[in-house]
């Protein structure tokens, strides 16, 4: 099973504006009529119940949305660009790697349908009709399209299911999940057979409830050992946990011991979810005679089991309808707020650096880029912009003078003092 998976997502780059005039006859002097680009495509991530694994996008791992058109003369607007949606399983939680390579939280994919904006495409350039005014009424510049977002992506499946099934390798997980549902595990008499969580669907009185056999636990799990590190997470959004004991093995409440101390020292309030302790196996002759002495076993470690055979079905209504008290009707696994795409309003900062001063800031920083700096007609423009903006005269308050050099990103420039 494909859980993890680390994918680069590009939106598309802004369609150029045009320089064009107005070429027709009786009109010796047309105006400006250059269209502006189109704006490029976002990137989404949607989420497909029909999905089970990351494996598709694990295997693609690159993904591009279209280029904005550029614009045409004739006054003609560039087409925006085509969108990319990108299909992942329900469950899938969304991390962006940032420059200093910490993750940054984008969203969580937690119910069929919901899709995630992950890269927001470049806005198309502005054509040189956008740039006339009565005092300029030939202009001959026009903007480049802005480059679209480009991330790198970590994407984590976690299963979303109401009831986790979890115990020591071999305790008869899947058993159980194959008798309480229809799923149809892989099942052997050794341990780690299921090499990855399995879900199916109960009926309880009426009421679904989607069960998760999470593979076995084993001392250190919580550090990598055995399969539980892998694992562990995808107890995390269920509400209620099923502790399967061994009722064959030497010491079960040792057993159970081990796996709550894998659940408490893993990330998440594991431990803390509603648990239900179920002793597998009664239908072993010497297991059955060891009830008495594993129900006072473990009462005096403060828990009231249930004795079940997962074989047979013996005890597993009661168990079930157990399970079904303690998670509440209608409610999901919680889970964290999505902190939105970095925004592009108008915000800025300025400060001296390295002899001169530097502007950051999403606004100003897509001008530079965008600008045709290297024609004195664009270079006018841009610090035309800048001081409606504000940047100029946050710039004088940093103390810059004309001729001092101001770097915005990659783009330095000589600041003549204007407007």
């Known amino acids: ?43 989404y991530l949607v989420a497909d119940a029909h999905l089970r694994t990351l494996y598709g996008v694990a295997r693609q791992h690159r993904f591009e949305a279209e280029r904005g058109q550029h614009g045409r003369g004739g006054g003609m607007d560039g087409r925006k660009g085509s969108d990319r949606y990108i299909r992942v399983p329900v469950g899938t939680q969304v991390r962006r790697i940032e420059a200093d390579g910490s993750l940054t939280w984008v969203g969580d994919l937690d119910r069929p349908g919901k899709t995630l904006l992950v890269a927001r495409g470049g806005r198309g350039g502005l054509g040189n009709a956008a740039f006339a005014t ?19 992506l970590v994407l984590d499946l976690k299963l979303l299911a109401d ?23 892989k099942i052997a008499d050794y341990p780690f057979t299921t090499l990855e969580p399995e879900l199916g669907v109960a009926d309880v009185d009426g009421r679904e409830l989607v069960l998760a056999d999470i593979p076995g636990l084993i001392e250190g799990a919580h550090r990598g050992r055995g399969l539980g590190l892998d694992f562990l997470r995808h107890i995390e959004r269920t509400r209620a946990v099923v502790h399967l004991l061994d009722g064959s093995r030497p010491d079960p409440v040792a057993d159970m011991r081990t796996v709550n101390a894998e659940l408490a020292a ?29 129900r006072e076993a473990l009462s005096r470690a403060g828990v009231r089991p249930l004795f079940v055979s997962a074989a047979t079905g013996e005890g597993t209504t009661d168990l079930l309808r157990e399970v079904a008290r303690l998670v509440p009707v209608g409610g999901e696994a919680a889970s964290e707020e999505p902190a939105s795409l970095p925004e592009r309003g108008p915000r800025f900062r300025v400060w001296r650096e390295n002899g001169g001063f530097r502007v950051e800031g999403r606004e100003p920083l897509s001008l530079a880029q965008m600008m045709p700096l290297d024609v004195e007609e664009g270079r006018r423009e841009f610090w035309a912009r800048l001081g409606r903006m504000g940047v100029v005269r946050a710039l004088r308050r ?22």
């Open 1 to 43: 099973m494909i859980d993890r998976a680390r994918i680069w997502v590009k939106a598309g780059d802004g369609g150029n504006g045009c320089i064009s005039f107005r070429r027709e006859k009786f009109v010796p002097r047309g105006g400006p009529d250059g269209g502006n680009g189109g704006r490029g495509g976002d990137v």
């Open 134 to 152: 009565p005092t300029r009424r030939a202009p001959r510049i026009a903007q480049r399209g802005e480059k679209g977002e480009e991330w790198q």
């Open 163 to 185: 009831v986790g099934i979890v115990g020591m390798p071999n305790a008869g997980k899947s058993t159980l999940l194959a008798c309480l549902t229809a799923a149809r595990p």
């Open 266 to 294: 893993a990330p998440g309030d594991l431990l803390g979810k509603p648990q239900v302790v179920a002793v597998n196996k009664i239908d072993l002759p010497e297991v059955r005679a060891r009830i008495p002495g594993l």
């Open 398 to 419: 940093a103390g810059a003078r004309p001729g001092d050099r101001v770097r915005f990103g990659d783009v330095e420039l000589e600041w003549e003092g204007r407007p």
